[in-house]
């Protein structure tokens, strides 16, 4: 099994170009309604997001759809 990679919301969108930093904000902010929450570490104000969970909530979403 592999360490979870984590990155900030700029990181990610920038390794992710499909995702704005606006984007990722949105998403987070309503992460609890949306699910993504097993995909985020908040440390303080620090918001942290697995990448390998985010990916997979992705694909979960398009099985959703």
Do not use: C
């Amino acid at each position: 099994m592999n360490d979870p990679q984590f990155s900030t919301v700029e990181q990610l969108a920038e390794k992710y170009p499909a995702f704005t930093v606006g984007s990722l904000r949105w998403l987070l902010f309503h992460r609890a309604h949306n699910g993504l929450n097993s995909a985020v570490v908040q440390l303080g104000r620090k918001v942290l997001i697995d990448e390998q969970a985010f990916v997979a909530w992705l694909r979960s979403r398009k099985a959703a759809a």
